[in-house]
């Protein structure tokens, strides 16, 4: 049984889920929240989408919620186009699944940047935290040798001051350093006295010239979980080194109210795809890629435009599941949810994508049949259309072959072969040009053989589709390969070089009448084709279409033949 909408698991289990069910249980928590702090410094892609749908899943499965915050503790590098792409992004992933339990949206790490500057303070006083005037070289070079600096014992009263005249902006970018105090000699890096502020004289987009000080991620970080009340702090595995010092923070200041906790998994990693918006941005700035939703792209925005479906990608999320060990996931995995769903889902219908003419040379040349074509074989609800057929008509020119390889079940001089929803049709006569091109083929029609008719059982191997030329409308196809040739284009050396230099072909097609109207909400299968989305290039009267998938793996089959 499938639902229509999901055909995911209603409640995944992991061990993240465990711990939060354990903490609901137990009244360690009344209510939980959770949280998704992307960086502004780029495009959603489809790992963030696993982080995503893992923190709004929860918050949906447990009635609890989910914020998200903007990690904007770097001035230079963030844009308000990746605000305003990341909002888009996420609220389609978890419209009408997990909206109701959207909290802060968007927040940013830059609403807190008062309340942590009194954290800092507050570290100050107790000790735990310092003025540093060691250059950034120095700082790693002392922290790397584990060796304790000269500025690391300064008198609070000193430390209080110098943090207030940093934040003043008395100081050049880079002349000092807050940090804290914990341990130059721990085995844990993160704890060698971690700077918490550096001085930036920048502009922020949301704060403006307000700061001259910027925190660092991990202060930020901890201490904006605490003052949004997060209770359960999900990221991905790179982070259980920072947890010792997450935890530090937390208890070394004064704070009342329950104290979050960090929990890890392991990031999502696709084969043929990079996934670092540094890579990504790659790849569009370098013009590899038609910009950061080309529908090559594995972000959420060029999925999206390549016609996935926010449901798909939940589903894929959901059915990858959530581990602590970092994998490889085969991008196959992917297309299987999404062929899935769209099985459920897409209206068919008939086009052809590289036409080759054919005459029916014993059908009347006035004569048209509205034949009955079914809209979808796995949904009886979905009925069925009318197509025209008529006396001339286009077929896709890879199911002709003049000379055929042995078992070719497709039309050939001679040979037989059924229309879909139509007749048998038997190729008389095969047209060339000078140059020897075919370009056309003359056939007949066996009239009694009608899908549906008296004779219509008389068996035949091969079926093909085709559309009625007089009634055909044009589209522009897209249809997209993999964007590298290579299964792990991280592995080694340049990812670039492995970019696929076919991954994109732009075909004019022939499609049935019926998609003059078609509905960008939809995706449609061409029948033997593979699933298809309007692309947002289309207008009034110009269709432009994405292949979003094709019907079977080929590429499996590629792989195999080598
Ligand atoms: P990138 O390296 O692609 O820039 P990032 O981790 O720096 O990714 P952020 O904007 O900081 O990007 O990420 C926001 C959230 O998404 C974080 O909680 C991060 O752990 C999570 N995330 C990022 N990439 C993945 C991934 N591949 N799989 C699962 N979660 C991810
Ligand atoms: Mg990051």
Redesign the pocket.
């Known amino acids: 049984m499938t639902t229509p909408n999901e055909n995911a698991p209603a409640a995944p289990s992991d061990f993240i889920r465990d711990i939060v069910a354990e903490d609901l249980r137990s009244g360690k928590h009344e209510k939980i929240c959770t949280r998704?702090?992307?960086?502004p410094?780029?495009y959603l892609?489809i790992?963030?989408a696993?982080?995503i749908c893992l923190n709004f899943g929860i918050a949906r499965e447990f009635g609890g919620i989910c914020n998200i915050r903007m990690?904007d503790t770097n001035p230079a590098k963030e844009e308000t186009e990746y605000i305003d792409s990341i909002m888009f992004d996420v609220k389609w992933l978890i419209d009408e699944w997990a909206n109701e339990h959207l909290g802060r949206a968007p927040g940013y790490a830059s609403d807190y940047f008062g309340q942590l500057y009194d954290y800092a303070v507050e570290l100050v006083r107790k000790g735990n935290a310092y003025v540093c005037d060691m250059t950034p070289e120095e700082t790693d070079e002392y922290r790397r040798l584990g060796k304790e600096g000269p500025f690391r014992n300064r008198p609070s009263e000193e430390n209080l001051d110098l943090l207030a005249r940093m934040k003043a902006g008395e100081f050049p970018d880079g002349a000092r350093t807050l940090r804290a105090k914990i341990d130059m000699s721990a085995p844990n890096m993160w704890l060698r006295d971690p700077v918490l502020y550096r001085i930036r004289h920048a502009e922020h987009h949301q704060t403006g010239n307000a700061w001259r000080i910027y925190p660092m991620y991990d202060f930020a970080h901890t201490l904006s979980d605490y003052i949004e009340g997060i209770t359960h702090s999900?990221?991905?595995l790179e982070?259980e080194v920072h947890r010792p010092l997450y935890d530090w923070l937390l208890a070394s200041l004064d704070l009342p109210r329950p104290l979050p906790h960090q929990y890890e998994f392991a990031?999502?990693?696709l084969t043929y795809t990079v996934?670092?918006?540094?890579k990504l941005m790659e790849l569009v700035s370098d013009g590899l890629v038609n910009g950061w939703d080309d529908p090559r792209m594995p972000t959420i925005s060029g999925l999206r435009r390549r016609g996935m479906t926010a449901s798909g990608l939940r589903s894929f999320a959901y059915n990858i599941g959530i581990t602590k060990y970092p994998s490889m996931t085969d991008v196959a995995v992917l297309e299987h949810t999404v062929r899935e769903e769209f099985n459920r889902t897409s209206p068919r219908r008939l086009a052809v994508l590289r036409p080759i003419k054919i005459v029916i040379t014993n059908y009347p040349g006035g004569q048209i049949e509205e034949l009955e074509a079914v809209n979808n074989p796995e949904d009886p609800g979905a009925g069925s259309r009318k197509i025209p057929f008529s006396r001339e008509l286009f077929i896709e020119s890879a199911d002709f072959a003049e000379t055929p390889p042995p078992k070719y079940f497709r039309l050939k001089p001679g040979g037989e072969v059924r229309l879909k929803y139509a007749y048998i049709i038997k190729c008389d006569e095969v047209v060339k040009d000078d140059a020897g091109n075919v370009i056309e083929l003359r056939c007949s029609a066996d009239l009694e053989s009608k899908t549906g008719g008296a004779t219509s059982r008389r068996k035949i191997k091969g079926t093909i589709h085709w559309v009625s030329a007089a009634h055909a409308i044009e589209a522009e196809v897209r249809l997209y390969d993999r964007l590298f040739t290579v299964p792990e284009p991280d592995a080694d050396g340049d990812f670039k070089s492995f970019v696929n230099p076919n991954s994109l072909e732009v075909v004019t097609a022939k499609c049935e009448p019926s998609l003059k109207d078609a509905d960008p909400a939809l995706r449609y299968q061409f029948e033997r084709l593979g699933y298809f989305a309007l692309d947002p290039d289309s207008q009034p009267g110009v269709l432009v279409l994405n292949r979003t998938i094709t019907l079977k793996d080929t590429w499996a089959k590629e792989v195999k033949k080598r």
Request: hydrophobic share 20%.
């Open positions: 998704f702090p992307p960086e410094n780029g892609h790992g963030h696993k982080s990690d999900i990221c991905t982070f990031r999502l990693n996934m670092s918006k540094r």
